[in-house]
């Protein structure tokens, strides 16, 4: 094990408790009546891919979603549906995020995700207190400004660059196997908690254990 210096985060499932039922269940009252078919827990597909993925704009995902449905939806149906998504954000959480920061290490966060999620993540209703997303991080890497969803590993390659630190002193933290498998693979430590799991004291014992070889 190396030192860790560099600490990369998923959103979903992760630093916010997520519901997919939730989320199917909105987009089922929009008129989207098989929503379970096209929403996916880790990695989207279809124009919901084609959102994360930045291929297509929220107001053209908003048009092609409303095609399928058979009438016209408005941005503030989709934000709500997407919305649908955030159960909650825990106070653990965000405090662990504040603690590694405040310790030295570079915090990112490393999510597919997209801009009606961000659109409430950065806003002042993210944590309930008045800050943004962006308080809690050093740097974000949206797969939808990235341009590139995970598993990829071209999005792992640009967090590395961007964070300017090698894979062997790299802690990724998803909730999706498939993720950390990839990640894996470059040589970045991971851990893969269920979603919504108390990781925090797993990953500050981790990141003790590397501090030791020092």
């Not at 016209?72 to 405090?95: G, I």
């Not at 590993?153 to 999706?176: H, V, Y």
């Not at 269920?194 to 990781?199: K, M, V």
Request: one cysteine or more.
């Amino acid at each position: 094990m190396n030192k860790i210096t560099n600490i990369a985060f998923d959103l979903g499932g992760v630093v916010m408790a997520l519901s997919h039922e939730n989320a199917v269940m909105k987009f089922k009252e929009l008129g989207l009546r098989d929503a379970q078919n096209h929403l996916d827990a880790f990695c989207q597909h279809g124009i919901f891919g084609d959102l994360e993925s930045g291929k297509i704009s929220p107001e053209e995902f908003c048009e092609e979603l409303g095609r399928m449905i058979g009438r016209k939806l408005t941005l503030d149906e989709c934000y709500d549906a997407w919305h649908a998504y955030v159960e909650s954000v825990p106070q653990r959480n965000l405090d662990a995020l504040l603690r590694l920061r405040a310790d030295g290490y570079k915090v990112c966060l490393l999510s597919n995700t997209n801009p009606f999620m961000m659109q409430w993540a950065w806003s002042p209703e993210f944590d309930g207190a008045g800050h943004p997303i962006d308080y809690y991080f050093d740097r974000l890497y949206l797969s939808y400004e990235c341009r590139v969803m995970k598993p990829s590993p071209e999005i792992f390659r640009m967090m590395l660059q961007g964070q300017q630190a090698t894979a062997a002193e790299t802690l990724f933290i998803d909730d999706s196997p498939k993720n950390c498998e990839v990640a894996r693979q470059l040589g970045i430590s991971t851990l893969c908690p269920h979603n919504n799991e108390d990781w925090t004291h797993r990953l500050l014992t981790h990141i003790s254990e590397s501090s030791k070889l020092l």
